[in-house]
């Protein structure tokens, strides 16, 4: 049964930094995609972040050179370094693996609330 548990969230002032974390079990961790998605409030869930098995990144446009994914297999644990937060980036986070409907398994997800 797959797990995901996200953390790391929290309230935080424009311009600062949150680092988000999230455990999975119940599948082969390391040899699947791991995404960061958020969802604000009245909008859809976003792709933020992936990063593949070997170790490649992408980033949504709006993210690029503040967000930094990265992933520790042997602790079944993918990363979300934030820097340089904007309100904008108000939303709850969420991680998955591979490409997931909104009808697949979602955790619980960490809120990230950036005050201007």
């Known amino acids: 049964q797959v797990t995901l548990v996200e953390s790391g969230g929290g309230l935080v002032q424009a311009g600062g930094s949150l680092r988000l974390s999230c455990a999975a079990s119940?599948?082969?961790?390391?040899?699947?995609?791991m995404g960061w998605y958020r969802q604000a409030p009245g909008k859809q869930r976003e792709l933020v972040a992936g990063?593949?098995?070997?170790?490649?990144?992408h980033y949504a446009d709006s993210v690029k050179g503040r967000f930094t994914i990265s992933r520790d297999n042997a602790k079944r644990t993918v990363y979300l370094q934030m820097n340089s937060l904007k309100p904008e980036d108000t939303a709850v986070y969420y991680c998955?693996?591979?490409?997931?409907?909104?009808?697949?398994?979602w955790g619980q997800g960490t809120q990230v609330t950036v005050s201007s």
């Open positions: 998955n693996k591979g490409t997931p409907s909104e009808y697949d398994y």
């Open positions: 119940g599948y082969i961790f390391s040899i699947n995609y």
């Open positions: 990063v593949s098995s070997g170790g490649n990144t």
